[in-house]
């Protein structure tokens, strides 16, 4: 299909395009340098013009998400959603249900309709990435893949303890390719394997789990491991000590571990509270964003709380226990044999709660005390901090100074006080900082060399927005989005809902590896060796090579 | 070759089966429900409308007919046996129908899932009760029953394994234990309570004879390192409390205070977690989903086959094994004209309007089965030479479409 996006003012900030008035060529689902006159147009003057948005870190296809689903049938029930009327021919149009955890076509339906049209499953446990991969198979509109939970693997944990350094990793390679994954993820390195074998949790980053290995050790192989494989995205972390008072020390603590390694901390807003546990709590982002700022090899995602419903859905289970423990709500607990756990605890964070306003806040500002947006990138932890629904009113936060000093004045103040956000921030972002936070920085870290950009040979992902006064309003009901050059969203209806791609890489590996693996397997593991890995994905491994 | 099967929610992924001239001539372990799963695996290939022979083509356009016309009346019964896939396109249909749909999940086992709705769950995959559980508790099973390799392959006895069995009335836990608790129906509940509170760390004050056991249990698993509750989420001999499953994971997720623990859920086979499963991740419910209005509504309390029997529907799509179905829901379905889509449709004890033969989900077709715990198995079957249940309904969708213009 081709189509001329015409005289739109176009957002690329990867290739230096900012706000320019010009056309957007698409040919066979790629970015062209011109079409022939008579080629369909689709006429975008006084309408902005962006690549389709990346989700850098989300939880929509996964076991956990099934298991969140399962636990809110009253938000499904008060959500339901109708199939789209899609235009003839299409695939078949399908209903489904919201909430904070949609299911997987109302998810895709949904994220399409926002203009994202890429997005990353962020912890998947590699036994249960079979289930993962149907899930995206019934996720139409984004390109998507997951992120492989490495972080308290019983054999990585054995390979780290004997020194094994190769054969971590041969096996992480593996790993990666047996599920089908796009890149490492850490949950709370050995906090999880820690709550496992009863001992709680680790507290720092030299707390050993059951006298074996330390955190610290976890990070450091699994960071160069990602880096040695060249993987597109660097390792993810997930810092110990999520959602504590004062745990801005640990993930300090975390990146001067790694210094000089590149790696990405995601869902920063949960990691950088000042304060002591049991002693109250605080802002401790500026001093984590000066670390950030000064270190290049650092790059994070924000995980903004937006205030109203969410569903906390992590691999971090002690954490969740807590929760579960302090709320007194319905509480999910899953341990996975030999990988990881599960944990999942539903929520809502009210504006008059003292600790949910200083984490909205917190939120707030990791962006606004940024210097590099490529390194700092949006997400609500989808749907931990909130829907991703809530991506157009955080836009709303970061671009007017005067919604977000309203709303500022309505939130509990409790906890603000040495908040920088509280003492003014006056930064408002513009509509290239946004293209940058929510696509093309996303698409870079992700090492997604043809998302995230309007260049020549990306694919044709772009999202066109009508401009309004109300950004929350014209981020929220983009006018057409584009998806490998096909027209889903005309005039802000769903008209068409392609099946997405499958993203994932598939590292080489010394097979020798395989040999002490299997041993392994047959010691532990309830599931055959051979019956392990994924077979038959759609598509082709992503070349490795980082940007 | 190495094969998982669905006799049971096991779904032991390490059978091996001996294939002669398209025959399964051996299976091993000497599982009684892995052979009665595998048989011969010779089942039949038939294709009937009206009870008469038909072409596969025949036969799509008549149930497609059948069901086009009852859009907006129809159920789906996920019925065992199917492959995830299968099971995918079945629930795909009966959305664009704006049927109900709903799954083989037994009364038992669908108040273990409401139940799981309003408190949530402490569970744990098989491989990690295996690896870390020193205390096993079996409340009112002995898996050996219906379960065979359960206790082989995920909960073994010895290793210095504590093992309290818990009998209800007939339902009898595994003997001999290190510790025995014999309840009456009736006493059940109470029991429930007086463990938690014991495990809570609550005064239970004194406790009439009866009952002082039942704190012991309580003791015990508290000095677990891991505790593993393994309970039968199907139907049993005795008619069950209702607070029976709620209980359970009330004591599991209290356990977790103060050590670890996990409910084990014994489920039956066929793939029936599956269902749940995926109706779930296209739905968000897990059971009894009504397509009616145009969106999925969650309907618990009035199952399919349920309302099938009170006549509310005009026809029914039959996705797997009817035979699998119980007799009441066959005595049901004899009302009312049905398709059925699965494996040995032909010998459905009603006659169906429709009836295409298809393969068998891990014997002659391949794709995902779900174990218990619902860790999803790929399935590679012994034998082939069968339509597929998950094309077959895929046709039947398409002539849908087609019929509805959708």
Known sequence: ?547 | MTVTCLGCGCACDDVEVGVSEGRIESVAPPCPLARAWFGTGQVPDRVLVGGQTASGDQAVAAAAELLAGAAGRALVVLAPDLTAGAQRVAIALADLLRATVDGATSASAAEGIVAAQRRGRAAATLGEIRNRADVLLFWAVDPTDHYPRYPERYAPRGGGRTLISVSVGADRGPVPADLELTLTPDEETGALSVVRATVLGNRVGELPASLQSTAAVGARLLQARYAAIIHDGEPGRESRSPYRTEGLIALAQALNHSTRAALSTLRAGGNRSGAESVLTWQTGYPMAVDFSSGVPRYEPGRRGLDRAARGEFDAVLVAGSAAALSKTAEAALARVPVAVIGPRASESRFQPHVAIDTGVAGIHEPGVGYRMDEVPLPLTPPLSGIRAAAETLGAVLGAVRGRLGR
């Open chain 1, 1 to 547: 299909m081709r189509l001329r996006i015409a005289g739109g003012a176009v957002h690329d900030p990867a290739n230096g395009v900012d706000g320019e008035v010009r056309d957007v060529c698409i040919d066979d689902g790629r970015i062209v340098a011109g079409l022939p006159a008579g080629a369909p147009t689709l006429d975008a003057r006084g309408m902005v013009v962006m690549p389709g948005g990346v989700d850098i870190h989300s939880h929509f296809a996964s076991s956990s998400c099934n298991h969140a689903r399962r636990l809110i049938p009253d938000e499904h029930a008060a959500d339901p959603v109708a199939a789209p009327e899609l235009l003839e021919g299409e695939l078949q149009a399908r209903s489904g249900t919201g909430g904070t955890v949609p299911s997987t076509f109302t998810t895709g339906y949904r994220y399409a309709g926002l203009g994202y049209t890429t997005a990353f499953d962020a912890a998947v446990a590699p036994l249960l990435a079979r289930h993962s991969h149907a899930e995206l198979d019934d996720t139409p509109c984004v390109d998507g893949g997951i992120f492989v939970l490495m972080g308290n693997d019983e054999y990585l944990i054995r390979q780290i303890e004997a020194g094994e350094r190769d054969r971590a990793r041969d096996y992480a390679a593996w790993l990666l390719g047996a599920a089908g994954g796009y890149a490492i993820k850490i949950v709370n390195p050995g906090g999880v394997e820690a709550w496992k074998i009863g001992q709680r949790n680790v507290n720092g980053l030299d707390d050993a789990v059951g006298g074996r290995v330390t955190p610290r050790a976890i990070l450091e192989v699994l960071t160069d491991v990602a880096n040695a494989l060249a993987l597109p995205h660097p390792v993810h972390i997930h810092c110990n000590n999520l959602g504590v008072p004062g745990n801005a020390a640990t993930t300090l603590a975390t990146m001067e571990a790694l210094s000089g390694r590149r790696a990405h901390f995601t869902h920063l807003q949960f990691h950088c509270y000042g304060g002591e546990p049991g002693k109250g709590w605080s802002s401790g982002a500026a001093r984590v964003m000066e670390y950030v700022n000064a270190h290049p090899e650092v790059s994070a995602d924000v995980g903004q709380v937006m205030f109203g419903p969410a569903m906390t859905i992590t691999a971090d289970a002690p954490v969740e226990y807590l929760l579960h423990k302090s709320s007194g709500r319905r509480w999910t607990n899953i341990d996975i044999e030999l990988e990881t756990g599960c944990g999942i605890v539903p929520l809502a964070y009210k504006d008059k709660a003292a600790v949910s306003a200083l984490q909205w806040a917190i939120g707030l500002e990791l962006f606004l005390l940024s210097r590099d947006p490529w390194r700092m990138v949006l997400s609500t932890d989808h749907p931990n901090g909130g829907s991703f629904l809530s991506y157009p009113a955080l836009i709303q936060l970061l671009m007017d100074r005067s919604v977000r000093d309203e709303r500022l004045r309505q939130v509990n103040p409790g906890l603000l006080g040495g908040s920088a956000l509280a003492d003014g921030l006056a930064r408002e972002y513009t509509l290239n900082e946004i293209a940058i936070v929510t696509r093309a920085g996303p698409a870079r870290l992700l090492g997604l060399r043809h998302k995230g950009h309007l260049g020549l040979g990306a694919d044709a992902d772009v999202t066109v927005y009508g401009r309004d006064a109300d950004i929350a309003r014209m981020f929220s009901t983009p006018r057409y989005v584009v998806k490998g050059g096909l027209l889903v969203v005309e005039e802000g209806q769903l008209r068409r809902a392609p099946l997405g791609h499958r993203l994932r890489v598939a590292p080489g590996y010394d097979e020798a590896v395989l040999r002490d693996l299997r041993r392994h397997f047959e010691a532990y593991s309830s599931v055959r060796f051979e019956n392990y890995p994924v077979r038959d994905l759609p598509g082709v491994p992503v070349p490795l090579g980082q940007q």
